[in-house]
C-alpha cells in the first residue's frame, strides 16, 4: 500500500476533468490581460471574457451612454488594438475562449479571428464558444440591440460561417443561465432555453446554402450556458433532464442519427443570484454546493465550470477571490475521487422520478411557445417576460414571509464581524480616468488608421446585411480596417432599426394582497396627504440590463396603489429627469447594478437641481459602504443593496418620501 492508496485498491482510470474557468475583465486591455496570464499561471485552463456594456451594446467609449460605464462591469474593446492587447502574449491556436457578448458577438468574434490571423493561429484550429443567445437577453440580461428576428438572423451567421472556418469553435451558447436570475423556475428554464435552441436551429435549417449534410455537424456544435442553484438535487435533475430533453428533440424533431452530434454540451456559471451581501463568508458554501449538482453526475456533468467569487454581492472580486474559487475546482477535481466513477446517480428511482416530473413539464411548456409561433413570438408578445416577473415576485415574497430560507438573510443573523471583508481593498474598484483614458485611446485610433479603408468596409457590411449574406466576412474585413465597435453597430442599427422589449410589469397582480396589508397602509397614508396616489418613477440610467430588481420594485409599489412609471433600461440621465418632469413624480428610483452609481447619480441629481425640480431621489445597487455616503452627499434619500430583501420595506419607505415633496 502508499500514502496514495490507503487500502491497497489499485486507482480507477482518471476522466479528464472540465475546462477551469473564471468569469474576468475590467478596465482595460491591458490590465486585463494581465489578469488573464496570472489566472492561466495558476491553472485555470480556459478563458471567460467579460466585455464592459458599452461593448456589449455596441457603443464606443465616447457615446453618451457609454458615461460611467466604461471597463465596469467587464473590458472596452472599441477596435483591432484594443484586442490584441487583450491576447498579448496568449497564443489563440493554444486557448479555449469563452466570451460574453450577445448584440455584438458577430463583431467581437470578428476581432478575436482577425488577432488569431495575426499570430499565425489556423482558424481550424481555434477554440472556444461565443454567448450569441439574444432570446435570453430581452427577457432577463438587457444587452440586447436590434429587433428579435435580425438578432436571429446574425447569430445564424455566426453558426454557420463558424461551421466552415472555425470547426472546432462553438458558435452560440444558448444560455438559460440569466433566466434563473431573473426568476425562472426550473421548468421555465428547460423549456425557454430549449424553444430558443429550436428557434435557432429551424432558423440555420432553413438557410438555403446550408445542406442536409452540413446539418448534424452544426447541431453538434449548438451548446448551452446554464446556471446552478441551491436546491441541490433539483438542479442535478434539470442538468439530467437537459440531456434527455435534446437527445429527443435532435432525433425526433431534426432526424439526428449520430449520438455523438446530439450529446447536450454546456457550460456552467453558478448562481450569483443567491450570493448574500450580509455574511457573505457563506457563499463559499453556497458556491461549492451548487458546482456539485453540475459536476457529480458524469452523464450530465458540465463540460467547462467558472464559479462566482464569495464577495460579488459587495463588488469587484479581487484575484485572491478569484483564485479562491478556482481553488475549489481544482479541489474537487483533483483530490477526490469523482473523476474514477460512473454516473452514480443511475437506477436511483428518486432521481428518475424528478427528472421525468420536470421532463412532462418542460414539454407541456415547450408545446405552449410552440403553439404561439415558437420563441420569437412568445418574447414579442411579453408571454415569457412576464411569468419571468410573476416568476420572480413569488420568490422574493416567499424569502420575505421566511417559506424560503436564507441563512444570514432571514435567519441565523446575528453574526460576528468578518475579518474577510474589512478594510480597505476588499472589492476592487475600476477609476473614473479608466473612461477618459479609453476615450483618449480611441480618437488616437481613429486618427491613425486609413479612414477610407474604413469607410469602405463598413459598406459592404451595410450591402452583406441589406442583402441577407452572412456577415462575418464582411465584419471580419471590418476589423482588419480599423473600425471601431460603435461604428459596426451604428451601421447596422441603420439597417434592422433598435428595439425595445416588454418590460413586464404590466402583468396581472405579482404580489399577494393579504401580505401587502402594511405597505398599502403607507401608500395609503401618502395618497391622502398628497390628494392622490403617490407617482413613483422607476429608472434604469446607463446600460445596465440587469432588470429584475427595477421590476420586481415596479410591481410591488403598483400593487401598493401607486401610480408606477417606468419605462424599461438604457435611459440617459436627461431622459429619466425629461420623464420625472412631464409625469410629475413624487419621487424617483434609480437602479443601477453596474457599478456605475455616482456618476450616473450625480448626473441625475444635477439635472433635477438646473430643472429647479425639488423631486427626491432612492437609488439601488450593489454599493460598498463609501459609496452609499458619497451618495447621500449628493442628496439621495436613500440607498438599497442587496440586504434590503424587503421589498414592503422599501415601497413604505418610497411611499413616505413621495409624501413630503413639495410642489
Given amino acids: 500500500m502508499t500514502a496514495s492508496d490507503p487500502i491497497g485498491d489499485k486507482p480507477a482510470q482518471r476522466e479528464k476533468p472540465w475546462i477551469f474557468r473564471t468569469y474576468a475583465g475590467h478596465s482595460d486591455a491591458s490590465e486585463s490581460n494581465r489578469l488573464y496570464r496570472n489566472n492561466l499561471a495558476k491553472g485555470q485552463t480556459g478563458l471567460s471574457v467579460a466585455f464592459d456594456l458599452p461593448t456589449q451594446t455596441g457603443y464606443d467609449p465616447d457615446h453618451v451612454l457609454s458615461r460611467g460605464e466604461v471597463g465596469k462591469v467587464g473590458v472596452p474593446i472599441a477596435h483591432l488594438g484594443d484586442m490584441r492587447a487583450l491576447f498579448d502574449q496568449i497564443p489563440l491556436a493554444q486557448m479555449n475562449t469563452s466570451m460574453t457578448i450577445n448584440a455584438t458577438a458577430a463583431w467581437l468574434l470578428s476581432l478575436y479571428i482577425a488577432v488569431a490571423d495575426e499570430q499565425g493561429a489556423p482558424r481550424e484550429r481555434l477554440q472556444g464558444t461565443t454567448q450569441n443567445d439574444l432570446v435570453k437577453e430581452y427577457l432577463s440580461r438587457g444587452t440586447y440591440v436590434f429587433p428579435p428576428r435580425p438578432s436571429m438572423q446574425l447569430t445564424t451567421d455566426i453558426v454557420v460561417f463558424t461551421a466552415r472556418e472555425l470547426p472546432k469553435w462553438n458558435p452560440t451558447n444558448v444560455c438559460s443561465y440569466h433566466l434563473q436570475e431573473a426568476g425562472a423556475s426550473p421548468v421555465q428554464e428547460l423549456s425557454y432555453a430549449l424553444a430558443t435552441a429550436i428557434a435557432l436551429l429551424d432558423s ?294 433598435e428595439y425595445r422589449a416588454p418590460t413586464g410589469v404590466d402583468t ?58 417606468y419605462g424599461g433600461i438604457r435611459q440617459t440621465p436627461e431622459e429619466i429627469v425629461t420623464q420625472a418632469r412631464e409625469t410629475e413624480a413624487d419621487i424617483i428610483g434609480l437602479s443601477i447594478l453596474s457599478g456605475s452609481h455616482l456618476p450616473l447619480v450625480r448626473d441625475v441629481t444635477a439635472r433635477l437641481r438646473v430643472a429647479g425640480m425639488d423631486v427626491p431621489v432612492v437609488v439601488g445597487g450593489i454599493i460598498p459602504p463609501d459609496d452609499e455616503n458619497a451618495l447621500r452627499n449628493m442628496g439621495v434619500a436613500a440607498v438599497y443593496t442587496p440586504k434590503d430583501f424587503a421589498l414592503d420595506g422599501i415601497i413604505s419607505d418610497v411611499a413616505g418620501l413621495a409624501a413630503k415633496t413639495k410642489r
Avoid at 349 to 376: H, N, P, R, S
Avoid at 431 to 460: C, F, H, N
Avoid at 526 to 551: C, I, M, Q, T, Y
Fill in 508 to 565: 396581472g397582480k405579482a404580489g399577494d394582497d393579504p401580505g401587502l396589508a402594511t405597505v398599502k397602509a403607507a401608500v395609503a397614508l401618502a395618497a391622502e396627504k398628497l390628494g392622490r396616489p403617490p407617482r413613483f418613477l422607476v429608472g434604469k440610467p446607463g446600460l445596465d440590463g440587469h432588470s429584475n430588481g427595477a421590476e420586481q420594485i415596479a410591481v410591488r409599489a403598483r400593487d401598493a396603489g401607486m401610480a408606477v412609471n
Fill in 204 to 497: 440555420i435549417r432553413a438557410q438555403p446554402e446550408v445542406s442536409e449534410a452540413e446539418f448534424p455537424g452544426i447541431v453538434g456544435r449548438i451548446s448551452f450556458f446554464v446556471n446552478a442553484g441551491m436546491r441541490f438535487i433539483t438542479e442535478l435533475c434539470k442538468m439530467r433532464a437537459f440531456v434527455d430533453l435534446w437527445d429527443e428533440i435532435t432525433l425526433k424533431r431534426y432526424g439526428i442519427e449520430d449520438a455523438a452530434m446530439r450529446r447536450f454540451r454546456y457550460g456552467v456559471q453558478v448562481n450569483s443570484l443567491g450570493l448574500t451581501e450580509p455574511q457573505p463568508e457563506n457563499n463559499v458554501y453556497r458556491i461549492l454546493i451548487e458546482m456539485l449538482a453540475v459536476t457529480l453526475s458524469k452523464r450530465a456533468r458540465a463540460r467547462a465550470v467558472q464559479l462566482p467569487a464569495w464577495n460579488e454581492a459587495l463588488g469587484l472580486p479581487r484575484p485572491f477571490d478569484q483564485q479562491w474559487s478556482l481553488r475549489m475546482q481544482q479541489v474537487l477535481a483533483y483530490e477526490t475521487d469523482l473523476l474514477e466513477f460512473g454516473d452514480i446517480f443511475d437506477g436511483s428511482t428518486a432521481i428518475d422520478a424528478k427528472v421525468e416530473e420536470l421532463k412532462a413539464a418542460a414539454l407541456a411548456e415547450l408545446a405552449k411557445i410552440d403553439a404561439m409561433g415558437g420563441a420569437l413570438a412568445a418574447v414579442e408578445s411579453g408571454y415569457m417576460k412576464q411569468a419571468l416577473v410573476e416568476n420572480g415576485a413569488r420568490r422574493i415574497e416567499a424569502i420575505e414571509r421566511g417559506e424560503q430560507i436564507v441563512i444570514g438573510v432571514n435567519k441565523f443573523t446575528n453574526s460576528e464581524p468578518s475579518p474577510l471583508s474589512a478594510g480597505e481593498g476588499n472589492v476592487v474598484t475600476v477609476p473614473d480616468s479608466v473612461e477618459l483614458e479609453a476615450i483618449g485611446r480611441l480618437k488616437a485610433w481613429r486618427s491613425q488608421r486609413d479612414t477610407k479603408a474604413a469607410e469602405s468596409a463598413l459598406a459592404e457590411l451595410a450591402s452583406a446585411a441589406k442583402e441577407t449574406r452572412n456577415v462575418m466576412p464582411a465584419s471580419i474585413a471590418c476589423a482588419k480596417a480599423g473600425v471601431t465597435t460603435g461604428e459596426w453597430a451604428q451601421t447596422l442599427r441603420e439597417i434592422f432599426g
